[in-house]
């Protein structure tokens, strides 16, 4: 496939390498230094170069967007016309200091994707707290015997799967609430990340229980 990077960061520099050594035609733009896109170009050791947003936009026929929320306007802007293209997007909508949603709870950073680019095919995805983040709770944690396990949903099937694994794996349960919070991924990780944060009392498992 042709694909562009919007974002070289983390996740755009991680993935954008994975996908040009598997064969694929990458570009990577948007990093605050040209030096940088092209030392990443070069390492990717495939099919992959540097450019600009709008070269990449042009380029690629799925677009990956990985920026922080706070400069999305920024790079579309420079990116054009993103008619027909499929965005995948993991670009968490959160606020400038990262403690909080930017969007309400019912709503998804997918959803205003679409708003803002009507045109184009968004894909939410990748869109997970940093696995760093959960590190040192493992790590505090690892001595404990009985896990922790937060769940939230008000679906009483799903319930009886939580009821479940709290019986039969001993997990000390988290209710954090009803489903209207986990049906955006975004809302769902923040919520992760925040428990997370908490460290000794954060929890080591996440389950998101919806209607299998
Ligand atoms: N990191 C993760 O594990 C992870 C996991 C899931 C989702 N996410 C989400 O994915 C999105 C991107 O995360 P990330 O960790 O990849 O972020 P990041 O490492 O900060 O990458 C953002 C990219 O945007 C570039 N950039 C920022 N401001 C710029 C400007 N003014 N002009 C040009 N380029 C600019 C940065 O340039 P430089 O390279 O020069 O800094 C960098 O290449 C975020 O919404 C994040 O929440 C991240």
């Known amino acids: 496939m042709r694909i562009g990077i919007l974002g070289s960061g983390l996740m755009g520099g991680k993935l954008g390498t994975i996908w040009a050594r598997a064969g694929h035609d990458v570009v990577f733009s948007y990093a605050r230094t040209p030096h940088k896109r092209e030392r990443l170009a070069r390492a990717a050791k495939g099919n992959a170069r540097a450019g600009t947003p709008a070269e990449a936009a042009q380029h690629g026929a799925a677009l990956l967007l990985a920026v922080h929320w706070s400069r999305v306007d920024d790079v579309l802007s420079q990116a054009g016309d993103l008619s027909g293209k499929v965005i995948i ?95 955006s991924i975004e809302a769902f990780t923040l919520l992760i990340g925040q428990l997370a944060y908490e460290r000794p009392g954060g929890p080591e498992l996440a389950y998101r229980f919806e209607r299998f």
């Not at 001595?143 to 939580?162: E, F, I, L, Q």
């Open 89 to 183: 997007s993991c670009s968490l909508p959160m606020n400038a200091d990262d403690t909080d949603l930017v969007i309400a709870h019912t709503s998804s950073g997918a959803e205003e994707l679409a708003k803002k680019i009507p045109t184009a095919r968004i894909v939410s995805a990748f869109s997970t707290v940093p696995s760093e983040v959960l590190f040192p709770v493992f790590e505090s944690r690892r001595k404990k015997k009985r896990p922790n396990v937060v769940y939230c949903g008000d679906d009483v099937r799903s319930k009886k799967v939580a009821a479940a694994l709290i019986r039969d794996a001993g997990f000390d349960p988290v209710d954090a609430g009803p489903l209207r919070i986990a049906r």
